[in-house]
């Protein structure tokens, strides 16, 4: 990937339900809905801002082609996937992003939308080979072909991504790309919003500390420019595209 801007093709259920979660160390993630249920889950651990980063990268390389296998060296990972100095530490952790996204579960219980709700249960990368520098990964063949096929979905300006280090900034970003797809403003419960922030359950004045926090950087670093406002005695969030 060149340093010139690059638009990542995202199915809208990719960008809704989290694939990876703000805070490190979890191995089970779950919203549960209405008509449904959204499950993450790995016997290793779930990936994190930094993991969505090379995986964002990785999708941009097998979406230029007809096949579901990539080929790419692993300093190419750590200087443009995760923005890194190469190094044996960072190497050892691209191996590590690798074997996060090799591990995980995805499921969609009757809510996975694309003109109707389905269920849908697959993984995101089959397989890993690393051999003398380079990186081989072959996609989920489910996962790719929704991504190639899909009319419901949004581009993620993988610039601007990889700009907010901050995962909360990250994973709102990704909220709003899809929230403002036909719309300027959106509104949701503070509940409902932390559940697909991945974040855990704390006081209103703390989380509204780290969403000003996070639109705060989004506004600087990206170009989506966007206010939060918060209604106290009705608990939702109302967010206005500039």
């Known amino acids: 990937m060149s340093r010139r801007k690059k638009l990542i093709k995202q199915d ?62 692993r300093y190419e990972l750590c200087k443009y996937a995760f923005g890194l100095e190469p190094g044996k530490a960072i190497y050892l952790r691209v191996e590590d992003a690798l074997r996060r996204w090799k591990h995980v ?55 601007d991504y990889q700009r907010l280090k901050k995962p909360v900034s990250a994973r709102l970003y990704e909220i709003l790309a899809k929230s403002f797809k036909d719309r300027d403003e959106w509104q949701i419960g503070l509940e409902k919003f932390c559940k697909k922030m991945t974040l855990v359950k704390q006081a209103p004045s703390q989380l509204l500390r780290l969403l ?25 969030l109302r967010f206005t595209k500039k």
């Not at 639109?215 to 939060?228: G, H």
């Open 105 to 159: 579960n995805v499921e969609y219980k009757g809510i996975f939308y694309e003109g109707t709700y389905t269920t849908r249960m697959f993984n995101i990368i089959d397989d890993v080979i690393i051999a003398d520098g380079y990186v081989i990964v072959r996609f989920n063949e489910q996962y790719l072909e929704q991504l190639r096929r899909s009319k419901y979905c949004k581009y993620i300006n993988f610039t």
């Open 212 to 236: 000003r926090a996070a639109v705060s950087m989004i506004n600087e670093k990206t170009n989506l420019k966007v206010s939060l406002s918060y209604h106290e005695k009705r608990r939702v």
């Open 12 to 73: 809208v259920n990719f960008l809704d339900y989290p694939n990876w979660v703000v805070r490190d160390g979890c191995t089970a993630f779950e919203i549960k809905t209405e008509n449904g249920f959204y499950r993450l889950t790995t016997d290793y651990l779930l990936p994190t801002r930094l993991d969505k980063c090379l995986l964002y990268y990785l999708i941009d390389k097998v979406l230029s082609g007809p096949g579901r296998e990539v080929v790419v060296s």
